[in-house]
């Protein structure tokens, strides 16, 4: 199992929102999202899916890409949407039900530890559909931000106490703020 924190930081950093259905979005998209893409082969699909819900590399084949990108699309409008209190998009919410509505992967007791058995994309897919359910349905919802440096552009849910937070994460944007403000070089925020 390929863990977050095995990553390069510039990598990493895409994965560390909290929220698995919001790491999915960090992956790649259409439009301005499209730069970040690194869902290209199923190969690439069934890694990061591993990642991204802490388990084995779920399977994937080929025609699970499109259903892989669709819910990432939904959750991307639906998270974006609800952090700059826009009307919810047309079909999102469906989406994002009807992935859910399948089996997700199984839970188990590992050592005293719950883990995710590995399973297929469907399943993995079902999994972080549902976490979306929870996320958007829950007060959280209310938290889901944008990073507010202008070269980053990540969504993250603000859990601090008094809601203020403003970068996707201190060790990067917010060190970059830091050091702006203090007049040293930073570096680019685009996600690598
Ligand atoms: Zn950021």
Redesign the pocket.
């Known amino acids: 199992m390929e863990r977050r924190e095995d990553l390069d930081p510039a990598m990493r950093?895409r994965f560390q929102t909290g929220r698995m259905c919001l790491d999915l979005t960090h992956t790649g998209g259409k439009g301005e999202a499209a730069r970040w893409e690194i869902l290209h082969e199923p190969a690439d699909a069934s890694r990061f899916l591993g990642v991204i819900i802490e388990t084995e590399p779920p399977v994937v084949v080929q025609p699970d890409m499109s259903s892989i990108r669709n819910l990432r699309e939904a959750v991307s409008d639906l998270a974006r949407s609800r952090a700059v209190g826009a009307p919810e998009p047309a079909g999102s919410a469906g989406a994002i039900n009807a992935a859910a509505a399948e089996a997700p992967l199984v839970p188990q007791l590992v050592d005293s530890s719950r883990r995710l058995i590995q399973g297929n994309a469907k399943q993995a897919l079902s999994t972080i559909a549902r976490d979306a359910v929870e996320l958007f349905s829950s007060t959280l919802a209310n938290r889901i931000r944008i990073?507010?440096?202008d070269d980053?552009?990540?969504l993250?849910v603000d859990t601090s106490r008094p809601g203020t937070r403003r970068?996707?994460?201190m060790d990067?944007?917010?060190d970059?703020a830091k050091k702006r403000a203090a007049g040293r070089p930073v570096r680019s925020?685009d996600i690598a």
């Open positions: 950093r990073c507010a440096a980053c552009g990540l993250y970068w996707c994460s990067w944007c917010g970059r925020g």
